[in-house]
Every structure is written in C-alpha cells, then in structure tokens.
C-alpha cells in the first residue's frame, strides 16, 4: 500500500502559537506554552499518524516546532536561530504560522527569508481566528501576506480551539511525498522524558514569575532514577543574579515550593509514575551570554555526554 510521509516545520515569530499548534496536531502535550514570547528555545519534534481514508493514503506528517523568529541579542538567542535553521534544513513543507491579530512585520519577512534556498512548499497559517470578530477581517491581512511569497495554501485555524485542525492536516499531507514511514507507529516525539521533565519545570517558572526572570532563567535535570512505580528526580533551575534567586525561592521558600509541587504533578501525568522532585537554585551570571553554557543546554549534547558516546 502506497504511503506518505514527510518533514513540515512550523516558524513564525514568538507567541503566534506554534507550539500550541504542535501539541493539538500530536494530541499530547510534547512541547510548553505560555503567554511570554521566547518560550521554546530548541526544535520539538511531534509526530502525526493519518490513517488511509478515501483522500489520502496513510500518512506520517513528522512535525517540527520551532523558536520563535526574531533578532537574536545573545549566545541564547542566537542558538534558538540555529535550531530554526536546522529544522528547516530538508523539510518537505513548511507551516508560517501568524497570529490574525498581528499585522506582518520584519521577522515574518526575515523567516521567509530563511526559506529562499528551501524547495519546500510553504503554508500560510493563520493562527487565533476565534480572537477574530468577523472573517472578513482576515482578507486584508491576507492580502499583505500574499504580497510577501507565493504559499502553496493559507489556512486559517484556531490551535487553541482545535478548529481547522483536521482540514490543516489533509492539506499538509497531500503535499508530502510517496516514502515509508520514518518512525514507528507508537512513537510520538524524540525528545527523551528526562529533558520534557526540565521543560516541564521551567514552564512552571515562566508561569509563576515575571519581568525579567523567565528570560534569565534555565532547568537542567542533574539526575533521573527510574523505580518501578516511582521516579526520582533532581533538577537545577539557573538564574542570572542573586536577587533572581531570592525570588525564585521566595519566602520561606514558598515560590519554589510552588514550583515544584505543579511541576511535579504534570511530570506524574507525563511518566505515569509517582515522582519525587528535588529542586535546587543556583546562580550563573550573563549565562544567556555564555556560548558554552548554552551549548551544555541542548539535550542532544546533553544525551551524548549521558551515553558516553560525547567527546
Ligand atoms: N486565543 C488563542 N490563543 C492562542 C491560540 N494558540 C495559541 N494561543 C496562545 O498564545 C500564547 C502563545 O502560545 P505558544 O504556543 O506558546 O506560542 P509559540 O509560537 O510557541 O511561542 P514561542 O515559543 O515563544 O515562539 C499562549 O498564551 C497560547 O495559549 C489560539 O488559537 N487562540
Ligand atoms: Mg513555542
């Protein structure tokens, strides 16, 4: 039986909802959401399995989410460009996600720039419509799009609602190539649960601070023991400064507290597994601006170096 099966990668600039959009295609929460731009830092990669239907043939769509676009100021910011352009490299279609509330601006443009040498097809994805009073407001806006690439198709969708979802998907797949599956059927994500934990964490702390702090801050789990029917975990969260810490902690150290307990019952859910969860704060100053701090981030180095198999 013929199948498809393909790389689509969803750009767009901070907050639109890509990784909202990621999570509702995949039905499982792989990647974190909040409200603050800059939330993802590395590529997410989420897998959909479509069953053969009088349209289409089966169809593995490997989705990959992204951080957002923008002018990077930092070792940090200029990394989460790398992960952009190396999720980019050989897909087979491309999602811009925007958010209708938005007008285009300099880092739509830049993203599409990004795309120049790609051959893949590129969807333009207009994300929120259930913010949207009216659809006709949505045909201006697509209008300034459409004087800024040629898309192979605009679909416009609600992540958050999930509507336009399943007409998003048909599309997409229709674009991939004849080729067997990639991954398995049971397989969801690459991500290794030991680093969905750290992000897990850190999206609490995203949540429960602000100004500055959620952008200066950063999870690194420093052990992950699997019992039988529990898990024990150690994890870090950097900050930048002392008085972050403070914070982080609070008083009595009531912040963290905080923060452990509602980071905790989401890695529960995650592992299906009672967990216990030692949080420590430590301090690393500019670590944002730390290349090779940065670098120890990234759980693909981190695995290697778990496996023995790093320099
Ligand atoms: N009303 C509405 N809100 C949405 C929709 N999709 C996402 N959001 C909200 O938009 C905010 C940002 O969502 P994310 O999925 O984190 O956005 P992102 O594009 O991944 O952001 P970065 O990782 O920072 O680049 C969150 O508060 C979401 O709940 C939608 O369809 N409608
Ligand atoms: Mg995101």
């Given at each position: 039986?013929?199948?498809?099966?393909?790389?689509?990668?969803?750009i767009g600039?901070?907050?639109?909802?890509?990784?909202?959009?990621?999570?509702?295609?995949?039905?499982?929460?792989?990647?974190?959401?909040?409200?603050?731009?800059?939330?993802?830092?590395?590529?997410?990669?989420?897998?959909?399995?479509?069953?053969?239907?009088?349209?289409?043939?089966?169809?593995?769509?490997?989705?990959?989410?992204?951080?957002?676009v923008?002018?990077?100021?930092?070792?940090?910011?200029?990394?989460?460009?790398?992960?952009?352009?190396?999720?980019?490299?050989?897909?087979?279609a491309v999602l811009l996600l925007i958010?209708?509330?938005?007008?285009p601006d300099a880092r739509d443009k830049f993203a599409l720039r990004m795309l120049k040498d790609s051959r893949a097809e590129v969807f333009l994805v207009l994300?929120?419509?259930?913010?949207?009073?009216?659809?006709?407001?949505?045909?201006?806006l697509i209008e300034d799009y459409k004087d800024l690439h040629q898309f192979h198709d605009i679909?416009?969708?609600?992540?958050?609602?999930?509507?336009?979802?399943?007409?998003?998907?048909?599309?997409?797949?229709?674009?991939?190539?004849?080729?067997?599956?990639?991954?398995?059927?049971?397989?969801?994500?690459?991500?290794?649960?030991?680093?969905?934990?750290?992000?897990?964490?850190?999206?609490?702390?995203?949540?429960?601070?602000?100004?500055?702090?959620?952008?200066?801050?950063?999870?690194?789990?420093?052990?992950?023991?699997?019992?039988?029917?529990?898990?024990?975990?150690?994890?870090?969260?950097?900050?930048?400064?002392?008085?972050?810490?403070?914070?982080?902690?609070?008083?009595?150290?009531?912040?963290?507290?905080?923060?452990?307990?509602?980071?905790?019952?989401?890695?529960?859910?995650?592992?299906?597994?009672?967990?216990?969860?030692?949080?420590?704060?430590?301090?690393?100053?500019?670590?944002?601006?730390?290349?090779?701090?940065?670098?120890?981030?990234?759980?693909?180095?981190?695995?290697?170096?778990?496996?023995?198999?790093?320099?």
């Amino acid at each position: 039986m013929p199948s498809r099966s393909g790389f689509v990668c969803i750009i767009g600039r901070p907050n639109a909802g890509k990784s909202t959009l990621l999570n509702a295609l995949v039905g499982e929460k792989l990647a974190i959401i909040s409200p603050k731009p800059q939330t993802t830092r590395n590529r997410i990669v989420g897998i959909v399995n479509l069953p053969k239907s009088k349209t289409q043939d089966p169809t593995q769509i490997i989705l990959i989410d992204t951080p957002g676009v923008h002018k990077p100021d930092s070792s940090l910011g200029r990394k989460m460009l790398v992960e952009i352009r190396e999720a980019l490299e050989g897909c087979n279609a491309v999602l811009l996600l925007i958010d209708v509330a938005q007008k285009p601006d300099a880092r739509d443009k830049f993203a599409l720039r990004m795309l120049k040498d790609s051959r893949a097809e590129v969807f333009l994805v207009l994300n929120k419509i259930d913010l949207l009073k009216g659809k006709d407001k949505l045909l201006p806006l697509i209008e300034d799009y459409k004087d800024l690439h040629q898309f192979h198709d605009i679909i416009p969708v609600s992540a958050l609602k999930n509507d336009g979802l399943d007409t998003l998907l048909e599309r997409i797949a229709l674009a991939l190539p004849v080729a067997p599956p990639y991954f398995p059927k049971d397989q969801m994500t690459d991500q290794p649960t030991r680093f969905m934990a750290a992000e897990m964490i850190r999206e609490r702390v995203l949540i429960e601070t602000a100004e500055e702090l959620p952008y200066a801050t950063t999870v690194i789990v420093d052990s992950f023991e699997e019992e039988l029917k529990l898990t024990r975990i150690a994890a870090t969260i950097y900050c930048e400064r002392e008085g972050q810490k403070g914070i982080l902690i609070g008083k009595k150290g009531q912040m963290l507290k905080k923060i452990g307990t509602s980071a905790r019952l989401q890695i529960e859910k995650m592992l299906g597994t009672r967990v216990f969860l030692e949080l420590f704060v430590k301090v690393h100053p500019n670590w944002r601006q730390s290349r090779d701090f940065v670098e120890e981030l990234d759980w693909r180095r981190q695995l290697e170096h778990l496996t023995g198999s790093g320099r």
